[in-house]
């Protein structure tokens, strides 16, 4: 490759996993952006592709692999040139990586890909450059500059890592200590993406709720929800990944009075059995769940609550799991993400006696998510004839109708809500009449435009 050439190159960036490594990735394009390469958004155009991985479970490191050997495909058919691999399975399996896969030109951990231009400059002069340093990637002076044209929700990181330690987890030996950003950086983030139309931001971390006990000594999650809606422009903030062991009384009042924030609790329960969650190392016991839940509801009443689970843990047995569905039955959760465990190398849960086949976890998460069907039609019908407000996202011109999503929904992962009666702009909050129900999404007529303008 001539060097003179370096500096021009088109860079496209396959991002795999949870939308932390989105985060990372938008990162990264912006700091691609900004030294003058091209970014497109198809892989086989580019002379460089930066595959950012997950490395979290055996499904997700099967997919980032067989990404990254498609990917490498290019060079023989495409304008390939460099192969850069970054993310959570580079800072899990380095070693591995560059031993088992020389199509590989450059590896980039969670740590350091504030670095990629060097690593892309390295990798296109033939150096094959390996920064994977320690996981403790401070994300105080990143902000975001650009988000692409119609955005109108995106997501803000205000910290990194997990101090918790759940048996079945990995992500704290990959993604390091928590640490929290600072109120003002991730205030002037929202400030700049307000700027550019976001309207909903969607706070995420590893544990959100334990926020700033490393910077201020205090849970401070509540003062920053307050910074933040402060901000013009963002006009929805909604929380991901509330650790139940740090859902403060004060959070609950802010959720519940503070009008920019969306009545959406996503809190991952991982089980109902007490001997499981006491093996997982989960905070808390199922009366304190099912005492919380109460709290949250009789506080907000209108509230969406998500939670996740993970059937087959070692040890569950059919008891356990009849128990579970029983809990499910009865928490009646509006949103449910159903998770096989995922039997990790090196974690004290991969230690344990009694681990339960793969078909029997899959009967079970199968089983599960039929009852949650009927809980989120049951739940969903219960909107018919209210009116709620609706960011609309998108036009889908085949059906001719506008697409978008209730506070009660988070992107990518819940329903949405189709509107027919409305030719407006993108981006708006609506007053829409619900009409109709299905399993997960709804559909409405506009009944009032909230001036958002
Ligand atoms: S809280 Fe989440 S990220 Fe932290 S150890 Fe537990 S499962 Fe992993």
Not at 60 to 80: C, V
Not at 122 to 138: M, Q, R
Not at 420 to 441: A, E, R, W
């Amino acid at each position: 490759m001539n060097p003179e050439k370096i500096g021009h190159e088109k860079v496209a960036i396959v991002t795999l996993g949870c939308e932390k490594n989105l985060v990372d990735s938008d990162i990264m394009s912006h700091l691609i952006d900004d030294r003058g390469y091209q970014l497109v958004e198809n892989p086989e155009e580019a002379d460089v592709v930066i595959v950012n991985t997950c490395g979290f479970i055996d499904a997700a490191k099967e997919e980032s692999i067989n990404t990254i050997l498609d990917i490498a495909e290019y060079k023989n058919t495409g304008n390939l040139k460099s192969l850069i691999v970054s993310g959570c399975l580079t800072q899990r399996y380095k070693d591995e990586l560059i031993k088992e896969m020389p199509e590989i030109d450059g590896i980039v951990g969670t740590g350091d890909f504030d670095q990629i231009n060097t690593i892309i400059e390295d990798s296109l002069a033939g150096k094959k450059p390996i920064l994977v340093g320690n996981p403790a990637f401070s994300y105080e002076n990143v902000t975001r500059k650009k988000v692409k044209e119609g955005t109108y929700s995106t997501y803000i990181k205000i910290a990194e890592g997990c101090d918790n330690n759940c048996t079945f987890c990995t992500i704290p030996s990959f993604r390091g200590a928590f640490r929290s950003r600072s109120i003002e950086s991730v205030v002037r983030e929202a400030r700049e993406l307000a700027d550019q139309g976001v309207k909903e931001v969607i706070l995420i971390a590893q544990d959100l709720t334990n926020y700033g006990m490393d910077l201020y000594g205090e849970q401070a999650l509540p003062r920053l929800i307050e910074e933040i809606s402060s901000v013009d422009g963002i006009e929805w903030i909604r929380l991901h990944y509330a650790y139940p062991g740090y859902f403060t009384d004060e959070l609950l009042d802010v959720i519940a009075e503070n009008p920019k924030v969306c009545k959406y609790i996503d809190m991952p329960l991982q089980h109902s059995e007490d001997h499981i969650l006491k093996k997982m190392r989960r905070p808390g016991r199922q009366r304190d769940i099912r005492q919380l839940i109460s709290k949250i509801r009789k506080r907000i009443p209108d509230v969406a609550i998500r939670t996740s689970i993970i059937v087959g843990f070692p040890g569950e047995t059919e008891q356990d799991f009849e128990n579970l569905l029983q809990f499910v039955k009865e928490m009646e959760f509006d949103r449910l993400g159903v998770f096989t465990y995922s039997d990790e190398e090196g974690t004290p849960a991969s230690r344990l006696p009694d681990h339960v086949s793969q078909e029997m976890k899959d009967k079970r998460a199968n089983i599960l998510m039929e009852v949650q069907r009927d809980i989120s039609r049951r739940r969903n019908g219960r909107l018919v004839g209210q009116e709620i407000d609706v960011l609309i996202e998108k036009y889908d011109g085949r059906n001719d109708v506008y697409v978008g999503r209730s506070q009660f929904d988070a992107p990518e992962i819940d329903g949405e809500v189709f509107v027919k009666n409305y030719s407006g702009s993108l981006g708006q909050i609506l007053k829409v009449k619900v009409t109709h129900s299905y399993d997960f999404d709804l559909a409405g007529e506009v009944v009032l435009i909230e001036s958002s303008q």
